[in-house]
């Protein structure tokens, strides 16, 4: 079986390439990848090469697979997991294994550390260990995108879940977030903010009763209102509010003002920028939690925290990276529920226009984007296809399905574009 995938190979060496994957073993499966989201982590991986955590040492000679949120089918089952999947069946995968046999050891994961498995690919093997730490989850759902999200997802969930609150009188810490209490999502326009928001919205437990989102930049905020809006909150029982911080005399004041000067019970931090950091220790109330969710690529970044409120206010510092298994399950099932995280995607291509996307990911503005590996296409945002349907029917139907679904990706337009891709050029 051939495969044409994205390969890491050092810094910022990343080759689109075809080779010959090996016959599965018993204890394996191949699957076929239908779509994967680029991540900032993959960004990482591919600046850092070798220097990763997750990136074997002799990646140079021995080239791995990047990509780690993607979904597909599956079409050969090893004998050791026939009882268990069989052919067809849909699929997502959680990468964070932490698997102590792995190519790197207990950081191995799908996407980083593995020659045949990795999202930015037509075929991969998924490797025995996949299955004994039940990383290969199951997607009953519509399409394929969502299951593809599904990882990112779980990252948000999983931060939900880390936080957490001391019992008064006692040492016992409660995890969660603070039902019906105060939280503050810090820079939470961008694609890991917009999934917080959407499964704040939609979660049936442990939800706040003020819900604070702010940024810089307006534009985006409008964006993040137009999607997930101030009503719809207010009838899951959520006061809403988009807040632009660029045009506040005092951010820490008035932010505090919004809880009468009590401070947040949680706070996330979803850009690694000091001052975002600082603001967020600055709001945080009486045992509140400060999730800083964005990690940086500088390993000496940091920021002032007041080590007088650490010990009077009973304040406290999470970070999580990635979620488990349970969070991707619930990821999943929320969405199976009527979660659709569409949201977050805004832009749309090939297996092509990975190794660049993937090298200028910070550059490029909005939220997602969805790579469909088995199709040859520029990296495309979802507003230009208007434009382009000028000259390509192709992108005139995706423009007018994506009209009826408030500008976003849908199962529909997953679908036009899979069945006429050969049409794009």
Same mark, same amino acid.
């Given at each position: 079986m051939k495969t044409r995938a994205v390969r890491l190979y050092g810094k910022k060496d990343l080759r689109l390439e075809e080779f010959e994957l090996? !016959?599965?073993?018993?204890?394996?499966?191949?699957? $076929? +990848?239908v779509c994967d989201s680029l991540c900032m982590s993959s960004y990482k991986a591919a600046i850092q090469g070798a220097d990763h955590k997750r990136v074997p040492d002799n990646v140079a000679e021995h080239p791995v697979i990047i990509g780690h949120e993607f979904a597909g089918e599956l079409i050969?089952?090893?004998? $050791?997991?026939?009882?268990? #999947? $069989? +052919?067809?069946?849909? #699929?997502?995968?959680? !990468?964070?294994?932490?698997?102590?046999?792995?190519?790197v050891g207990i950081l191995s994961a799908p996407g980083y550390s593995y020659p045949y498995i990795g999202g930015d690919a037509t075929y991969v093997i998924i490797p025995n260990e996949v299955m004994e730490k039940n990383c290969l989850l199951p997607y009953h759902g519509e399409g394929f995108y969502p299951a593809s999200l599904a990882e990112p997802l779980s990252c948000v969930i999983g931060a939900m879940h880390a936080n957490y609150h001391i019992t008064p009188g006692s040492y016992v810490h409660k995890m969660e977030i603070v039902d019906g209490g105060r939280m503050a999502i810090l820079a939470g326009v961008g694609p890991m903010g917009l999934a917080a928001i959407n499964f704040v919205l939609h979660r049936e437990d442990c939800k706040p009763s003020l819900l604070v989102v702010t940024d810089i930049d307006q534009v985006r905020l409008d964006r993040a209102a137009s999607l997930y809006t101030v009503e719809f909150a207010a009838s899951r029982g959520i006061d809403l509010r988009y807040i632009n911080t660029s045009v506040m005399q005092n951010p820490v004041e008035e932010l505090r003002a919004l809880t009468n000067s009590e401070g947040y019970n949680d706070v996330f931090v979803f850009a690694p920028v000091r001052s975002v950091v600082e603001q967020a220790d600055a709001i945080l109330g009486f045992d509140g939690c400060l999730n800083f969710f964005a990690g940086p690529s500088d390993p000496k970044f940091s920021a002032m925290l007041n080590f007088y409120n650490v010990h009077y206010a009973y304040t406290h510092v999470a970070g999580t990276s990635g979620g488990?298994?349970?969070?991707? +399950?619930?990821?999943l099932d929320i969405m199976n529920k009527g979660l659709d995280p569409a949201g977050l995607v805004t832009h749309i291509g090939g297996l092509n226009a990975v190794p660049e996307a993937t090298l200028r990911l910070p550059e490029i503005p909005g939220g997602k984007k969805l790579i469909y590996t088995h199709i040859t296409m520029s990296l495309t945002a979802i507003s230009d296809f208007a434009e382009l349907g000028k000259t390509n029917e192709v992108f005139s139907e995706l423009a007018s399905i994506c009209d009826k679904y408030k500008g976003l990706w849908n199962v529909e337009a997953e679908a036009f574009l899979l069945a006429n891709a050969n049409k794009l050029s």
């Open positions: 090996p !016959p599965i073993k018993d204890n394996e499966i191949l699957a $076929k +990848v050969e089952i090893g004998s $050791k997991w026939a009882d268990q #999947f $069989k +052919v067809g069946d849909k #699929f997502s995968i959680q !990468p964070a294994l932490n698997y102590e046999d792995g190519p488990n298994n349970e969070d991707m +399950v619930e990821a």
